[in-house]
Structures are given as structure tokens and as C-alpha cells.
Nanobody, 119 residues
Framework: VQLQASGGGLVQAGGSLRLSCEVS????????MGWYRQAPGNQRGLVAS???????KYGDSVKGRFTISRDNAKNAIYLQMRNLNPEDTGLYYC??????????????WGQGTLVTVSS
């Protein structure tokens, strides 16, 4: 399974960016996909995700500013980020959660795309 994330970059505070992530390499069932962020010195944490049933979850710090969307035909998710602030700086990773016929599960991570927000 490969996850290809893109769209990071340098933006001024108040600006916007859109991240993309496409998953390939498996035909098994994806139960969830999401974006996670790791800032320097911090643990990786949830930004936004789709969980079972298509429900969207957001981290508290991004609610109302970020929107996650998906294209099931492409096995892709997107993260529209608006009103960015310096605290949003970090490596953004996409993750795909799979379930296999034997009911085992596996999480796969992309390589991370860097978002830097200047003040």
C-alpha cells in the first residue's frame, strides 16, 4: 500500500492550503482515512479523519477552519485548510486504515508533507 501526499508549502498566517493524499496498491476495504500533524517536539495528533460510516472527526484546534473531503473513486482524501496560523506548522501525514478478510486491520502512513505558516 502506498500513500502519496502533496500540497504542503510555506504560507503566511491567514492564508490557505489544500493537501491531497491518494492511496494505491490494495483492493481491500478501507475503513478510515485521515490527516495527522506532527509539530517539532510534539507527538503526532489527529487533524481530521473519516471514520466508519463516513463520519468526519476534527481536532479541536482546526474545527471551523479545516475541511476534510474525499473521492472514493480515487481512494483519495483532501484537506482544505483556511485561516492558517503558525501553530498549524508541522508535518502532515495521511493515514489509511484497512480491514482484511480475516478481520485483521492495518494502518498505513504516507511520507508526510510539510506545512509552514509564517507570522
Amino acid at each position: 500500500v502506498q500513500l502519496q501526499a502533496s500540497g504542503g508549502g510555506l504560507v503566511q498566517a491567514g492564508g490557505s492550503l489544500r493537501l491531497s493524499c491518494e492511496v494505491s496498491g490494495s483492493s481491500f476495504t478501507i475503513t478510515g482515512m485521515g490527516w495527522y500533524r506532527q509539530a517539532p517536539g510534539n507527538q503526532r495528533g489527529l487533524v481530521a479523519s473519516f471514520v466508519s460510516g463516513g463520519v468526519r472527526k476534527y481536532g479541536d484546534s482546526v474545527k471551523g477552519r479545516f475541511t476534510i473531503s474525499r473521492d472514493n473513486a480515487k481512494n483519495a482524501i483532501y484537506l482544505q485548510m483556511r485561516n492558517l496560523n503558525p501553530e498549524d506548522t508541522g508535518l502532515y501525514y495521511c493515514r489509511a486504515d484497512y480491514i482484511y478478510p480475516d478481520r485483521s486491520t492495518m494502518n498505513y502512513w504516507g511520507q508526510g508533507t510539510l506545512v509552514t505558516v509564517s507570522s
